[in-house]
């Protein structure tokens, strides 16, 4: 594992990549102190899936929580003078 500088960083980010590629992890600094890391894909774990991972929505998730009956109430929540 390499570290360097956000400036390295960016001056060298295709060179990274390609470590990257071959399995290897980098660890960016500001100033000094770690911020992030860069990292092959493969080894990224649940987040470098991304939207495209087969995930229920908010709602769908609601719908099947036991005893719930989610409808829309079309009645205005309150009254407007315009």
């Known amino acids: 594992m390499s570290t360097l500088s956000l400036k390295d960083a960016k001056a060298g980010l295709s060179a990274y990549v390609d470590e990257a590629i071959r399995g290897e992890f980098a660890t960016i ?3 000094g102190k770690p911020v992030a890391v860069l990292v092959p894909l493969r080894g990224s774990g649940d987040r470098a899936q991304g939207p495209e991972q ?4 908010l709602a ?3 719908q099947r929580f036991p005893g719930s009956e989610f409808e829309r ?3 205005p929540s309150r009254d407007v003078g315009l």
């Open 29 to 31: 600094t500001r100033h």
């Open 54 to 57: 087969d995930r229920p929505s």
């Open 60 to 62: 769908s998730h609601l």
């Open 73 to 75: 109430n079309g009645s």
